[in-house]
């Protein structure tokens, strides 16, 4: 029988076109991916990042999209951070609020006209709010920190001005720079911060919210007078009550500081292991 020739395949020289279609069809997927993640949706960036706070229950350290510059800059956010602390207050609101601490001030002065008269008790106003400068010797005794009872009623004064307020009062304590040292008050931090504090609990117990308050030692690190002189060292031992103004809380937006023209980023915090 005779065997059937074996007919020679034609050899495909254009086999060399489905790999170069199958490249080009790559490449051009490659460069249209691309192109779609250099263009963020904020939207869409927004709801990724919702996610991602339900899903690990921690905030983003920043919600700005990150774009790759060319030349070998980096990654850079596409515009400097701002934090904005609060909204601005208008001119009325402001007018009124010194017009109510000016109020406040002349109530204080007349409730302790008779120590005002004497030098004892200053009452000043400033954009900060109203201080109201009491003569330690008003209050304790010398290297002491109990009120007298006769100074309960200076104080219990001063608080029935204050008590119907909601300002925010810091008490601070100050002394001159005669060294203590008992067993009691190493030094003037201690006799300054526990009069500061005890002026406070009276104020507390006299109905003023102890959210409002705050007690501050300072020592005899921020003095007045001279203290070459008794009364300079005098004018220095002394307790100031200060109302705090909100004329201080006017809006402010705090940029990062800038380098060499470029926006210094903030630094990021390492992830938790």
């Known amino acids: 029988m005779a065997r059937k020739k074996h007919e020679e395949e034609h050899e495909n020289h254009e086999r060399w076109l489905v ?29 990724l990042a919702d996610s991602l706070i339900n899903a690990f229950g921690k905030e983003p350290v920043s919600t700005a999209p990150v774009i790759v510059q060319p030349g070998g800059q980096g990654a850079q956010q596409s515009a400097p951070p701002k934090i904005t602390l609060q909204k601005p207050r208008s001119n009325e609101a402001l007018r009124r609020e010194k017009e109510r601490m000016t109020d406040m001030a002349r109530d204080i002065m007349q409730v302790l006209a008779p120590l005002v008269q004497e030098g004892k008790v200053r009452v000043t106003q400033t954009s900060v709010g109203v201080n109201v400068e009491i003569n ?14 006769e100074s309960e009623e200076t104080l219990i004064a001063i608080a029935r001005v204050l008590k119907n307020d909601d300002h925010a009062i810091q008490i601070e304590g100050h002394t001159d720079n005669t060294q203590i040292n008992t067993s009691v008050f190493p030094s003037n931090w201690e006799l300054s911060a526990v009069r500061a504090s005890t002026v406070a609990r009276l104020f507390n117990n006299q109905g003023i919210a102890d959210l409002r ?10 003095a007045v007078a001279s203290n070459d002189t008794p009364e300079g060292r005098l004018r220095n031992r002394r307790v100031d009550v200060m109302i705090l103004s909100r004329l201080a809380e006017q809006a402010t937006e705090v940029p990062f500081a800038e380098e060499g023209g470029k926006a210094v980023q903030p630094i990021q915090p390492k992830p938790a292991p």
């Open 136 to 149: 330690a010797n008003v209050l304790f005794a010398p290297g002491d920190a109990k009120v007298s009872k």
């Open 19 to 47: 790999s170069y279609a199958d490249f080009i069809t790559l490449l051009f997927a490659f460069f249209v991916v691309m192109y779609a993640i250099s263009q963020v949706n904020e939207g869409k960036y927004k709801i």
């Open 213 to 222: 308050l705050t007690a501050v030692g300072h020592g005899s690190n921020q």
